[in-house]
C-alpha cells in the first residue's frame, strides 16, 4: 500500500467519523429538546399537584374546625 492510498484511506475514514460527530450532535440536540420539553411538561404537573395539595390542606383544616366545634357543642 502507497502512501498515497494510505492517505485516501485515513481521508475516507476522517470524512466518515466527522459525518458520524455531526450526525451524534443532531440526535442530541433534538434528545436535549424532547427532555427540555419534558422536565417543562413535568414542572407543570407538580405546580398543579403542589396546589392542589394545598387546597385539600385547606379544606381539611377548615373541616377540623368544624369537628372540634361540633365536639365543644355537645
Known amino acids: 500500500m502507497t502512501i498515497d492510498e494510505r492517505l485516501e484511506r485515513l481521508t475516507e475514514r476522517h470524512e466518515a467519523l466527522t459525518q458520524s460527530i455531526e450526525l451524534m450532535h443532531a440526535d442530541w440536540r433534538e434528545g436535549s429538546a424532547q427532555t427540555t420539553s ?4 413535568v414542572a407543570r404537573n407538580f405546580e398543579t399537584v403542589l396546589d392542589s395539595i394545598k387546597r ?4 381539611a383544616a377548615i373541616h ?10 355537645q
Open 64 to 73: 377540623e374546625d368544624r369537628i372540634s366545634d361540633l365536639e365543644e357543642k
Open 38 to 41: 419534558s422536565f417543562q411538561a
Open 56 to 59: 385539600l390542606e385547606h379544606i
